[in-house]
T-cell receptor, first 113, second 116 residues
Framework: GDSVTQMEGPVTLSEEAFLTINCTYT??????LFWYVQYPGEGLQLLLK?????DKGSNKGFEATYRKETTSFHLEKGSVQVSDSAVYFCALSDSGGYQKVTFGIGTKLQVIP | GAGVSQSPSNKVTEKGKDVELRCDPI?????LYWYRQRLGQGLEFLIYFQGNSAPDKSGLPSDRFSAERTGESVSTLTIQRTQQEDSAVYLC??????????????FGPGTRLLVL
């Protein structure tokens, strides 16, 4: 079945540091890939997505590139801010008849001033 | 509505009691999903609705769990004879359609269930 593996946290960075959160996946077919973010006290919200190989999703300074050859979708940001502190979930949606989304375990990011 | 809403936001119950969780999706969204997020774990898919039908119930963990949707709108997730391992955050999401795999799912704030 489909699965998503992402690095466990927490990840603690100083403000303006470079961020990478690794994510790899296993899926049949051609899934769509997502990063969701959950800020403290808030619900899950979509951060970015990519629907086919080599697509790059980007939002709020975050980027992730759909790499089919390495089955990866790593999240990066060049300079993190305290306000980026949240839990980040990598996810995939299978290419079947509907969008059952499979989530990774989530990576907690703490950015300190 | 402006977003997906869920009620109650928190529920504490005693082991063996039944609970009902409610989800109000975004108006016009035909697809609705329930997930469970246990402490320290990722989200588990529970069930999916297209309109009022549930073509995939494969994620429901036991026959104590059931869900229904009416009027292609509100959905309720019912847990009978709750157990302590049912303690989790239950999340609901909706999307405009299930026909396109890239369709964004919008999540509600969740219901935090604690079974004592």
């Amino acid at each position: 079945g489909d699965s998503v593996t992402q690095m466990e946290g927490p990840v603690t960075l100083s403000e303006e540091a470079f961020l990478t959160i690794n994510c790899t996946y296993t899926a049949t077919g051609y899934p769509s890939l997502f990063w969701y973010v959950q800020y403290p006290g808030e619900g899950l919200q979509l951060l970015l997505k990519a629907t086919k190989a080599d697509d790059k999703g980007s939002n709020k300074g975050f980027e992730a590139t759909y790499r089919k050859e390495t089955t990866s979708f790593h999240l990066e940001k060049g300079s993190v801010q305290v306000s980026d502190s949240a839990v980040y979930f990598c996810a995939l949606s299978d290419s079947g008849g509907y969008q059952k989304v499979t989530f990774g375990i989530g990576t907690k990011l703490q950015v300190i001033p | 509505g402006a977003g997906v809403s869920q009620s109650p936001s928190n529920k504490v119950t005693e082991k063996g009691k039944d609970v009902e969780l409610r989800c109000d999706p975004i108006s016009g969204h035909t697809a609705l999903y329930w997930y469970r997020q246990r402490l320290g774990q990722g989200l588990e898919f529970l069930i999916y609705f297209q309109g009022n039908s549930a073509p995939d119930k494969s994620g429901l963990p036991s026959d104590r769990f059931s869900a229904e949707r009416t009027g292609e709108s509100v959905s309720t997730l019912t847990i009978q004879r709750t157990q302590q391992e049912d303690s989790a955050v239950y999340l609901c999401a909706s999307s405009r359609t299930s026909g396109r795999v890239s369709e964004t799912q919008y999540f509600g704030p969740g219901t935090r269930l604690l079974v004592l």
